[in-house]
C-alpha cells in the first residue's frame, strides 16, 4: 500500500480550515471505476470495493455524488451494487438530486428538460412538471434544465432559448467538458449544449453539480455532518477540487482518472488536494 502524498500547495494556509473527517463524498467515473463511452459498462478501479466496505463496517457515512445525470439515482445504484459496491439508493447522488431539492425550494414548477428520461425523474418526484421538446406544458415553464442528452439536436436548443427569452431561467447539471473512461476523456455533452445556449441568451447558469456549493450542501445535508468535515474524494482539480476548497472539506485527489500525481502538485491552492492518494485504500490511513 502506497503512503499518501501531501501536496506542497495544500500544506499552505486556507482560510476555510477543514475539520475532523466524519463523512465522505467519493466521485464515481476515475476515482471508484471506469465506465466505457456509452455508459453501460464499469471496470471497478483498485481498492474501491474495500474502502467503501470498510466505511460501512465502521458506521462511517458516505455518498457517491456523480455529475453523470443519465441516470435515476435508484438505477445508477443498482447498476454500481451488482459491479460489487456496497451502495444503497440513498447513497447514490446525481446533480439532478441537486437540481430537485433547490428547484422545490425555489418554488419552480414546470421545467423544460434537455436530457434523456433519467434526467428528469428527479424533479417529477418531486412535483415538479418536466416537459420535453415539443411537448405542451400544463403551466408556464419557469426553467430549463440541461443534463445528458446525446441525440440532443437543434430543435432542442431553439426551444430551450425559446423559454429563456420567455423568462425561463437556466440550470444544466454540469459544465465539465470532459470525464475520465476506459477509453480515456469522453466529452461532456450537457457542457456542448450549455455552451450553445449560453451563447445565443447571454443567460447566468446555475449549475447543481460538482463543483457547485448546491451539491456539497446537499451532500452534508445527506450525511448529516457539517461540510468541513467531508472528505471529497474525486479526480478532478476542477470538480471535486474547487468544490471541497469553497465549502472547507478536505480534498483526497486519486490518480487514476483524469489527473497525474505531478498534475496535482501543480496545481493552485484553490484547487488542489490537502492529501493525494496513488492508491484509493491509503484513504483508510485518515480514518
Same mark, same amino acid.
Given at each position: 500500500?502506497?503512503?499518501?502524498?501531501?501536496?506542497?500547495?495544500?500544506?499552505?494556509?486556507?482560510?476555510?480550515?477543514?475539520?475532523?473527517?466524519?463523512?465522505?463524498?467519493?466521485?464515481?467515473?476515475?476515482?471508484?471505476?471506469?465506465?466505457?463511452?456509452?455508459?453501460?459498462?464499469?471496470?471497478?478501479?483498485?481498492?474501491?470495493?474495500?474502502?467503501?466496505?470498510?466505511?460501512?463496517?465502521?458506521?462511517?457515512?458516505?455518498?457517491?455524488?456523480?455529475?453523470?445525470?443519465?441516470?435515476?439515482?435508484?438505477?445508477?445504484?443498482?447498476?454500481?451494487?451488482?459491479?460489487?459496491?456496497?451502495?444503497?439508493?440513498?447513497?447514490?447522488?446525481?446533480?439532478?438530486?441537486?437540481?430537485?431539492?433547490?428547484?422545490?425550494?425555489?418554488?419552480?414548477?414546470?421545467?423544460?428538460?434537455?436530457?434523456?428520461?433519467?434526467?428528469?425523474?428527479?424533479?417529477?418526484?418531486?412535483?415538479?412538471?418536466?416537459?420535453?421538446?415539443?411537448?405542451? !406544458?400544463?403551466?408556464? +415553464?419557469?426553467? @430549463?434544465?440541461?443534463?445528458?442528452?446525446? *441525440?440532443?439536436? #437543434?430543435?432542442?436548443?431553439?426551444? /430551450?432559448?425559446?423559454?429563456?427569452?420567455?423568462?425561463?431561467?437556466?440550470?444544466?447539471?454540469?459544465?465539465?467538458?470532459?470525464?475520465?473512461?476506459?477509453?480515456?476523456?469522453?466529452?461532456?455533452?450537457?457542457?456542448?449544449?450549455?455552451?450553445?445556449?449560453?451563447?445565443?441568451?447571454?443567460?447566468?447558469?446555475?449549475?447543481?453539480?460538482?463543483?457547485?456549493?448546491?451539491?456539497?450542501?446537499?451532500?452534508?445535508?445527506?450525511?448529516?455532518? !457539517?461540510?468541513?468535515? +467531508?472528505?471529497? @474524494?474525486?479526480?478532478?482539480?476542477?470538480? *471535486?477540487?474547487? #468544490?471541497?476548497?469553497?465549502?472547507? /472539506?478536505?480534498?483526497?485527489?486519486?490518480?487514476?482518472?483524469?489527473?497525474?500525481?505531478?498534475?496535482?502538485?501543480?496545481?493552485?491552492?484553490?484547487?488542489?488536494?490537502?492529501?493525494?492518494?496513488?492508491?484509493?485504500?491509503?484513504?483508510?490511513?485518515?480514518?
Amino acid at each position: 500500500m502506497t503512503a499518501p502524498v501531501t501536496s506542497r500547495a495544500a500544506r499552505q494556509n486556507n482560510s476555510k480550515t477543514p475539520g475532523p473527517l466524519r463523512g465522505f463524498m467519493f466521485d464515481v467515473d476515475g476515482t471508484l471505476l471506469l465506465s466505457d463511452r456509452s455508459l453501460g459498462g464499469y471496470e471497478l478501479l483498485p481498492g474501491a470495493i474495500e474502502v467503501l466496505t470498510t466505511l460501512k463496517d465502521r458506521q462511517i457515512p458516505y455518498v457517491l455524488l456523480t455529475n453523470g445525470s443519465a441516470y435515476v439515482p435508484a438505477e445508477q445504484a443498482a447498476k454500481l451494487r451488482r459491479s460489487g459496491l456496497p451502495v444503497d439508493d440513498a447513497q447514490m447522488l446525481t446533480p439532478s438530486s441537486v437540481t430537485a431539492d433547490h428547484m422545490r425550494r425555489a418554488g419552480i414548477r414546470c421545467v423544460l428538460v434537455l436530457g434523456t428520461p433519467g434526467v428528469g425523474h428527479s424533479l417529477r418526484e418531486v412535483g415538479i412538471e418536466t416537459v420535453h421538446t415539443g411537448e405542451t !406544458p400544463s403551466q408556464k +415553464i419557469d426553467a @430549463v434544465y440541461v443534463g445528458w442528452h446525446p *441525440e440532443c439536436g #437543434m430543435k432542442d436548443i431553439e426551444a /430551450a432559448c425559446n423559454a429563456i427569452w420567455d423568462g425561463a431561467k437556466l440550470y444544466a447539471a454540469s459544465d465539465v467538458p470532459f470525464f475520465a473512461t476506459k477509453s480515456g476523456r469522453t466529452l461532456g455533452y450537457t457542457f456542448a449544449i450549455l455552451g450553445a445556449i449560453k451563447r445565443l441568451t447571454k443567460a447566468p447558469v446555475l449549475i447543481t453539480g460538482k463543483p457547485s456549493l448546491h451539491a456539497l450542501r446537499l451532500v452534508a445535508k445527506r450525511l448529516g455532518v !457539517p461540510m468541513n468535515t +467531508i472528505g471529497v @474524494v474525486g479526480d478532478d482539480p476542477l470538480v *471535486e477540487a474547487i #468544490m471541497a476548497r469553497r465549502g472547507g /472539506a478536505t480534498m483526497f485527489g486519486v490518480t487514476t482518472g483524469t489527473t497525474s500525481a505531478d498534475e496535482w502538485r501543480a496545481q493552485p491552492l484553490t484547487r488542489s488536494p490537502h492529501h493525494i492518494l496513488t492508491d484509493l485504500r491509503t484513504i483508510l490511513d485518515h480514518l
